[in-house]
């Protein structure tokens, strides 16, 4: 709140609520839109309009079924409203609570970002309390772009989700205004034909009195005015509605096109992000000590000096944080590409080789994979998991 890009993101979404409210063909002729526009120093409703029905009332008509409708465009689209309505809804609380998650995570990294680098002032071993600081400044910048990532998720997608659960909600008290406007026909149409019966029996009596005759013709013109106000105003209410239906799912479905969109490029440049601060620390980390640092941790043929790669760990073989294979007895460490194997694993790598003096046995580049000439599958390459997404995350240009 308070930003520049707040101020332009409000101003925007005003204008664009009023571009559809003030080009709609019934509101640009209504007198209480008339008195929004034109009021300089606030607003307050001038002409109140009640709901054809409220309260209890309202919720026993919701429980019958609806009424016999000559439009199933209307008929069939309320369903619909109602699941969308819903499912916005929740999906709003839920990313809600993944806002409010992440940016409990954020504090958390914060705080333990500031823990690491106070490490830094106990650590006697130069290199590690280097890599203490680093690693704790790191963090606490992780912490902060996954703070400001739940701002924009709850700007882009939460936010919208919200509007458009309530526009729903709306167009679904809409439609049910009609369904009860229709099921008000019908009352008046039998109410119609009960006056016209009873005049009927008037006429066919033996005895007519003057007075009973002119209430029953009231009658019949009264009801028959009530059911001809109401035929029409069905057939108002149906045509523009119609219209509207067809422009508000068009609008609905573009407007929420238009917000996920954002939402997976917000979502992408944050883990890019995520991505460029966490290579940050990896020098540091290999330059603890002249073995490579943890890179090596659990691997053979140390070297006698320290050869680190600073490429891009991210690459197409996925995390080349280390191409030397670890050692073979059995540890089922993590692995991120390389290859558990015997001391012969690390001779396939595409990059020269180095031979070590204490030793005599070959290990590759830091930057050489053993999956090199290792046989793929043919759909690894499409295979979405951790390594390959952050691979295509670090390649990808939007």
Same mark, same amino acid.
């Given at each position: 709140? +308070? #930003?520049?890009?707040?101020?332009?993101? #409000?101003?925007?979404?005003?204008?664009?609520?009023?571009?559809?409210?003030?080009?709609?063909?019934?509101?640009?002729?209504? &007198?209480?839109?008339?008195?929004?526009?034109?009021?300089?120093?606030?607003?307050?409703?001038?002409?109140?309009?009640?709901?054809?029905?409220? *309260?209890?009332?309202?919720? $026993?008509?919701?429980?019958?079924?609806?009424?016999?409708?000559?439009?199933?465009?209307?008929?069939?689209?309320?369903?619909?409203?109602?699941?969308? $309505?819903?499912?916005?809804?929740? *999906?709003?609380?839920?990313?809600?609570?993944?806002?409010?998650?992440?940016?409990?995570?954020?504090?958390?990294?914060?705080?333990?970002?500031?823990?690491?680098?106070?490490?830094?002032? @106990? &650590?006697?071993?130069?290199?590690? %309390?280097?890599? $203490?600081?680093?690693?704790?400044?790191?963090? @606490?910048?992780?912490?902060?772009?996954?703070?400001?990532? +739940? #701002? /924009?998720?709850?700007?882009?997608?939460?936010?919208?989700? /919200?509007?458009?659960?309530?526009?729903?909600?709306?167009?679904?008290?809409?439609?049910?205004?009609?369904?009860?406007?229709?099921?008000?026909?019908?009352? %008046?149409? @039998?109410?119609?034909? =009960?006056?016209?019966?009873?005049?009927?029996?008037?006429?066919?009596?033996?005895?007519?009195?003057?007075?009973?005759?002119?209430?029953?013709?009231?009658?019949?013109?009264?009801?028959?005015?009530?059911?001809?106000?109401?035929?029409?105003?069905?057939?108002?209410?149906?045509?523009?509605?119609?219209?509207?239906?067809?422009?508000?799912?068009?609008?609905?479905a573009a407007d929420l096109r238009t917000s996920i969109r954002e939402y997976v490029?917000?979502?992408?440049?944050?883990?890019?992000?995520?991505?460029?601060?966490?290579?940050?620390?990896?020098?540091?980390?290999?330059?603890?000590?002249?073995?490579?640092?943890? =890179?090596?941790?659990?691997?053979? %043929?140390?070297?006698?000096?320290?050869?680190?790669?600073?490429?891009?760990?991210?690459?197409?073989?996925?995390?080349?944080?280390?191409?030397?294979?670890?050692?073979?007895?059995?540890?089922?460490?993590?692995? =991120?590409?390389?290859?558990? +194997?015997?001391?012969?694993?690390?001779?396939? *790598?595409?990059?020269?080789?180095?031979?070590?003096?204490?030793?005599?046995?070959?290990? %590759?580049? =830091?930057?050489?994979?053993?999956?090199?000439?290792?046989?793929?599958?043919?759909?690894?390459?499409?295979?979405?998991?951790?390594?390959?997404?952050?691979?295509?995350?670090?390649?990808?240009?939007?």
């Open positions: 709140m +308070g #930003t520049d890009e707040d101020e332009t993101r #409000t101003k925007t979404s005003l204008q664009r609520w009023l571009n559809v409210v003030c080009s709609n063909d019934v509101l640009m002729r209504d &007198e209480e839109m008339v008195f929004f526009v034109e009021s300089d120093f606030g607003y307050s409703p001038v002409v109140r309009k009640r709901q054809p029905a409220t *309260g209890v009332r309202r919720k $026993y008509l919701k429980q019958f079924a609806p009424p016999p409708d000559d439009t199933p465009e209307l008929l069939d689209s309320r369903p619909i409203v109602k699941t969308f $309505y819903l499912a916005a809804m929740d *999906g709003q609380q839920k990313l809600d609570r993944v806002v409010r998650h992440r940016r409990s995570l954020g504090l958390a990294e914060a705080d333990l970002g500031v823990k690491f680098a106070a490490l830094q002032a @106990q &650590e006697t071993h130069p290199g590690l %309390a280097n890599a $203490y600081r680093k690693l704790g400044r790191v963090i @606490q910048n992780t912490g902060d772009f996954h703070s400001a990532q +739940g #701002t /924009a998720e709850a700007a882009s997608l939460s936010d919208p989700l /919200a509007y458009h659960s309530s526009d729903a909600f709306i167009v679904k008290e809409t439609l049910t205004n009609r369904h009860i406007l229709l099921r008000e026909l019908i009352q %008046a149409q @039998q109410a119609t034909r =009960s006056k016209l019966s009873a005049a009927d029996r008037l006429k066919a009596s033996s005895s007519v009195k003057r007075d009973k005759v002119d209430e029953a013709i009231s009658a019949l013109d009264e009801a028959r005015s009530h059911e001809s106000y109401l035929q029409q105003k069905t057939q108002r209410v149906t045509s523009n509605l119609l219209i509207e239906k067809r422009k508000w799912f068009a609008r609905t490029l917000r979502e992408i440049e944050a883990e890019r992000r995520t991505l460029a601060t966490l290579e940050q620390v990896r020098p540091d980390v290999r330059n603890i000590d002249a073995s490579g640092g943890l =890179s090596r941790l659990g691997r053979e %043929a140390h070297p006698v000096a320290r050869r680190s790669s600073m490429a891009a760990s991210q690459g197409p073989k996925g995390d080349a944080w280390s191409g030397v294979p670890r050692r073979p007895d059995g540890l089922n460490r993590s692995i =991120s590409g390389s290859v558990m +194997g015997g001391p012969g694993a690390a001779e396939g *790598g595409e990059e020269a080789e180095d031979v070590n003096e204490v030793t005599g046995r070959k290990r %590759a580049e =830091s930057q050489s994979s053993s999956l090199a000439r290792l046989a793929e599958e043919d759909d690894d390459a499409d295979r979405v998991d951790a390594r390959n997404a952050a691979s295509r995350l670090a390649q990808t240009s939007f």
